[in-house]
């Protein structure tokens, strides 16, 4: 999650999704961005394949047309990898919420309702990766209550940065309220990870010593550098895991592919050390 566009939120949660899925997890992913980039990643075009209650707000929305999880997630063209799409039909979560709140239609309170959607399916899956909208809205903080981990995307320049800084204090302020009201809002582990990294930018490179100074261990030793493939495999609406090595000359394939496994490795070894498993 991030407050701001452009973090690399979506590409994280795909590649993310993907790696854990290729090495063995059962794994579901949820797009919770009306604009749907993480189901157009995986195949579905928001405006021509997901209808009308065939994202997650069919399993929270408050009225009589709610449907059960199963019946929503879908599969991928890999095995032990499903989602459940997005679409514009999201930002009605938004809209009815307060309407159901005042009028009391709402049996249990919005920040509940995606953790208690996830427990009818949650023993098929290992991990559940959620694509955050780039707003905190009630989808976000829903999310944050179903959440064990959290992973905040950050492109390391200082307006990203300053932004971020913006989006926690309302974050902590609204969560604080939410756990008032009787939320979950205790997590596993939290981590910064920096996104869009360019090594051998200078001011970049100040910027995530100066993150890594106040933040300390919660920062991920390992960043997402940028690359033209990570950008030139989208095009094609693919992950670095999809496309052809041969596309790309080799370096910058390599270099990316390597990246992007230190990354994910590092987020699976904090999701195996929660399990206490080696």
């Known amino acids: 999650m991030n407050f701001k566009g452009g973090s690399g939120k ?75 799409p997005g679409q514009l039909e999201l930002m009605e979560f938004e809209h009815e919420t307060p309407r159901a709140m005042a009028a009391g239609r709402a049996e249990t309170m919005f920040f509940a309702r995606i953790g208690e959607a996830l427990t009818e399916i949650e023993s098929f899956y290992d991990v559940v990766v959620i694509d955050c909208p780039p707003q905190l809205g009630f989808l976000t903080m829903s999310a944050l209550c179903a959440a064990t981990s959290i992973l905040i995307t950050v492109h390391p320049q200082m307006l990203d940065v300053m932004s971020m800084s913006q989006f926690l204090t309302m974050t902590s302020e609204l969560m604080t309220v939410v756990e008032r009201a009787g939320g979950r809002t205790s997590y596993d582990w939290m981590r910064y990870l920096v996104t869009r990294f360019e090594p051998n930018d200078g001011p970049q490179s100040q910027m995530t010593g100066f993150m890594k100074a106040i933040f ?17 495999a989208g095009v094609t609406k693919q992950t670095l895991y999809e496309v052809e090595r041969a596309q790309f000359t080799r370096g910058t394939y390599d270099r990316a592919l390597d990246s992007l496994n230190l990354v994910n490795g590092e987020i699976e070894t904090h999701i195996r050390s929660t399990w206490g498993r080696k």
């Open 10 to 84: 979506t590409t994280t949660a795909a590649h993310l999704a993907q790696y854990l899925a290729f090495r063995g997890y059962r794994v579901l992913a949820i797009d919770l961005d009306p604009q749907a980039s993480l189901s157009t990643l995986f195949g579905h075009q928001p405006e021509l394949d997901v209808g009308e209650n065939e994202t997650i707000y069919g399993a929270i929305r408050y009225d009589a047309d709610r449907r059960e999880m199963p019946e929503i997630v879908r599969g991928s063209y890999i095995p032990n990898l499903h989602i459940v």
């Open 216 to 232: 300390g261990n919660r920062m991920l030793h390992n960043a997402m550098v940028k690359s033209t493939a990570v950008a030139d």
